[in-house]
């Protein structure tokens, strides 16, 4: 399970959006209601970008792209001195290979990104992207006890004179328990109280790479299933059986937010 900060990308105030053709703000949006599509460049071998430049520069060394048919996309990233080709980093992908997940070996003070590419699966699509986020990695945590999702719906819900009942859904979010049973590392354990700490929200990512160990994958523990969540209620930490000398026990709650 991984944790990160602001996605930059989309909260960072002004600055442009462009592409070689459609709307690209789509694929910035958190919304993440609508792909960016392209337009009449279906064609095999016809290149494409989208593109997005800051006002000021901001950290990254996480990059995520989210359900995209492109399948030889190039990351180009500007600090201030002109576009270079993304460098120094680990590429994983999701197992149907439209999901990328980039580590970079170190922060990077990111001005504008790029990201292009010409072919898609399959082949001669207009080519597109879901979702694009940037941001820095809080932490990885693998020692987790239990971890409880539930998707929450809102609703509108009248009784009838008929004694039946009327519900409109108006839309769902996710929530998460988190539960951390009796933790030794001091490491993990310093992302915990991080995590505990922070007031503001962050983005957490279930699967981790993990689909080939899940015997079952479904939402929210698919690879592309990464949601901007916040601290909901109380957290509590506790030594287990209140003994100084054994691991802690952390509860926290997590809620998706806008």
Avoid at 141 to 152: C, G, L, Q, T, V
Wanted: glycine fraction near 6%.
């Amino acid at each position: 399970m991984r944790f990160f900060d602001t996605n930059w990308l989309f909260e960072a105030f002004g600055g442009t959006y462009s592409a070689s053709s459609g709307f690209p703000l789509l694929c910035f949006d958190e919304e993440n209601k609508y792909p960016w599509t392209s337009s009449g460049e279906a064609t095999d071998g016809n290149a494409i970008f989208v593109e997005r430049v800051l006002l000021n520069v901001v950290p990254v060394n996480r990059i995520f792209i989210k359900q995209t048919n492109i399948n030889n996309i190039t990351i180009e990233i500007d600090t201030g001195s002109g576009y270079v080709a993304l460098s120094n980093f680990i590429l994983t992908k999701s197992n149907d290979g439209t999901q990328y997940f980039y580590e970079l070996g170190a922060i990077v003070s990111l001005l504008k990104i790029k990201i292009s590419g010409s072919n898609t699966t399959p082949t001669n699509q207009d080519k597109s992207i879901q979702q694009i986020l940037a941001f820095t990695e809080l932490g990885v945590i693998k020692a987790i006890d239990d971890i409880s999702p539930k998707k929450n719906r809102v609703q509108k819900i009248s009784k009838l004179n008929t004694g039946k009942v009327d519900v409109i859904n108006k839309g769902s979010y996710f929530s998460f328990d988190l539960r951390f049973k009796a933790h030794y590392n001091s490491s993990e354990n310093g992302i915990i109280q991080t995590l505990i700490n922070n007031d503001n929200a962050f983005w957490l990512w279930i699967n981790d790479d993990e689909e080939d160990s899940m015997v079952m994958i479904q939402e929210p523990y698919r690879f592309g299933d990464i949601y901007k969540v916040a601290q909901q209620k109380d957290s509590n930490l506790s030594f287990t059986g209140n003994a100084f000398f054994s691991g802690i026990d952390a509860v926290t709650n997590l809620v998706e937010v806008p």
